[in-house]
């Protein structure tokens, strides 16, 4: 059994509302974004005057305020304080990014080296959907092939490939960073119950980035696809639960706010269930999901489950279910 001690999660200060995108001449405003996706701000690493003169069109120009790694480590303090542990009993720092600052080494060693853990980094990447990957290939190892703990950090500088002259995916795009600490070797209250990964290959092409280019999605069979596949993963999750799904709280890939809502109302999930930050910090890639879940930590109490549902580009979608239970000091 597979077992979360603690989550983290961060987002740089720098806001771009839905005015800034406005003030970009890019032929949106805020009724527009607000009725089409449903998102008031998000957070970028960059500058907004760059952005502002730049509209982010030469990448090898981009100005960055803060590093994906620094972003990764804020992750990694706050979710390893929760979970009480130090960071030499971290062995593996296992981390994904929409948006790698590095082809090479592995950007887990880089992100361990900023939270100052000396450990094996490796990258488990499955763009937006990496969350699950992580949740997926963990539970299935065997415990005594894993150390006492494992950090699993996403930090997303998703916003550094973003095109903000083209406004489908300028009014998406948010940047952030969430972790976990998980263990097979030690219990904690919040144990993971189920775990699903699956992916289409063959539709590779309609979410990518090109190394040094900018972000491209076929927008909306993309939007399409993570509606149909969300609800095939909660359905495939139902199959092994005795309590119905729509019972959970429920976090799925921060895509846009007005895809969350009609997922929710296909599936009769009820709206004090589903947790969300998506209007506030926009598209975080694979951040997002577990950001959501890091917010929320503190709320969750015995007994409270917790589906997680998440897709991304490859075409890729998993999920978990998640349990909180009560621990037994004695």
């Known amino acids: ?43 970028t690493v960059m500058k907004l005057d760059y952005i502002k003169s730049t509209q982010n069109q030469i990448l090898s120009e981009r100005e960055v305020l803060e590093s994906s790694a620094q972003m990764g480590s804020k992750a990694i303090d706050m979710a390893i304080n929760r979970a009480g542990i130090s960071k030499e009993q971290v062995g593996w720092v296992v981390a994904a990014s929409c948006a790698p600052t590095y082809s090479l080494p592995a950007n887990a060693c880089v992100i361990a080296k900023e939270a100052g853990i000396n450990a094996l980094g490796i990258d488990i990447s499955s763009a937006c959907s990496s969350f699950a990957a992580h949740i997926h290939f963990l539970s299935s190892m065997e415990t005594s092939a894993m150390p006492d703990y494992v950090v699993c950090v996403i930090p997303e500088s998703w916003t550094t490939t973003t095109d903000f002259s083209d ?55 993309v939007q399409k696809f993570a509606i149909k596949k969300t609800m095939a993963t909660f359905k495939h999750l139902q199959k092994s639960e005795d309590q119905l799904l729509n019972d959970h709280y ?81």
Not at 11 to 34: C, K, R, S, Y
Not at 263 to 282: A, M, R, T
Request: neutral net charge.
């Open 250 to 330: 429920f976090i799925s890939h921060q895509a846009n706010l007005s895809m969350l809502k009609s997922v929710c109302k296909k599936l009769e999930i009820k709206s004090d269930k589903h947790l969300y930050n998506v209007d506030q910090f926009g598209n975080c890639g694979g951040a997002g999901a577990p950001s959501v879940l890091s917010q929320n930590w503190e709320q969750f109490k015995a007994g409270d489950l917790i589906t997680l549902i998440v897709v991304g580009a490859g075409l890729t979608w998993g999920g978990m279910v998640l349990q909180k239970e009560a621990i037994n000091e004695a």
């Open 1 to 43: 059994m597979l077992y979360i001690h603690g989550a983290g999660h961060y987002h740089p200060e720098n806001v771009i509302d839905n005015a800034f995108l406005e003030g970009l001449g890019i032929e949106t405003n805020d009724q527009w974004i607000m009725e089409r996706v449903g998102i008031k701000t998000r957070r």
């Open 167 to 221: 406004r489908r995916t300028a009014v998406l795009i948010g940047d952030g960073a969430a972790a976990v600490v998980v263990s097979k070797k030690h219990v904690s209250d919040m144990k993971v119950k189920q775990t699903f990964m699956e992916s289409d290959p063959a539709s590779w092409e309609k979410v990518q980035t090109v190394t040094g280019g900018h972000f491209y999605q076929d927008g909306l069979s």
